[in-house]
């Protein structure tokens, strides 16, 4: 299970379950995203999720706590989020192909895809990071229509520049961090 854990905006815009699970409806069900366990520990375990949008356009950033590797999905409306463990999966194959990651690290990351379970533990430092990378993006994207991304050229940006992290004095590289949790 991969907990994702949401701001106040994300958690009430999601329809979940009893076990904090989304439930997939319309166009992309989950047998899109092919088998996934449910259960299970997974290094890509905890994220940090936010809604919110930038010219009109729904926006999800989403920020892995341990390495600070983001996902940015543009263009996701409030009747997507129910197919959210298909949006996942999309935004962080896609940032890990962009990011010319050899085939065994790709399958290793494909493995390593589990179903999406949200709650609203949060972590302030994560929570001080995604805040910050989302303010970058929309200074990023000014001048640039949003309803035009796929959001995976600005995963590979975020990705490849340095994070600070409360409580460490170097900083984090999001590539670098996530290669070496998946090896």
């Known amino acids: ?41 997974t290094p890509l375990n905890h994220w940090h999720g936010h809604y919110f949008t930038i010219q009109r356009s729904p926006c999800l950033f989403l920020l892995h706590d341990a390495t600070r590797f983001p996902l940015f999905i543009p263009n996701i409306k409030k009747a997507d989020l129910s197919n ?31 179903r999406l379970q949200f709650d609203t533990d949060i972590n302030r430092s994560v929570q001080g990071s995604m805040n910050q990378m989302i303010q970058e993006l929309k ?14 050229r600005q995963n590979v940006w975020f990705s490849e520049r340095p994070c600070s992290v409360k409580g460490r004095k170097e900083a984090i590289f999001p590539q670098r961090a996530f290669m070496e949790l998946v090896k």
């Open 1 to 41: 299970m991969i907990k994702i854990h949401c701001t106040k905006k994300l958690f009430e815009a999601l329809k979940l379950d009893e076990k904090g699970m989304v439930r997939p409806t319309g166009a992309k069900p989950s047998s899109v995203v092919g088998h996934v366990p449910e259960e299970g520990i």
């Open 84 to 114: 959210l463990d298909y949006f996942f999966q999309d935004a962080l194959m896609n940032t890990v192909l962009k990011l010319w990651f050899d085939d065994e690290i790709m399958d290793k990351v494909h493995g390593l895809i589990h």
């Open 139 to 152: 200074w990023h994207l000014h001048g640039v229509e949003v309803r035009d991304l796929l959001g995976y």
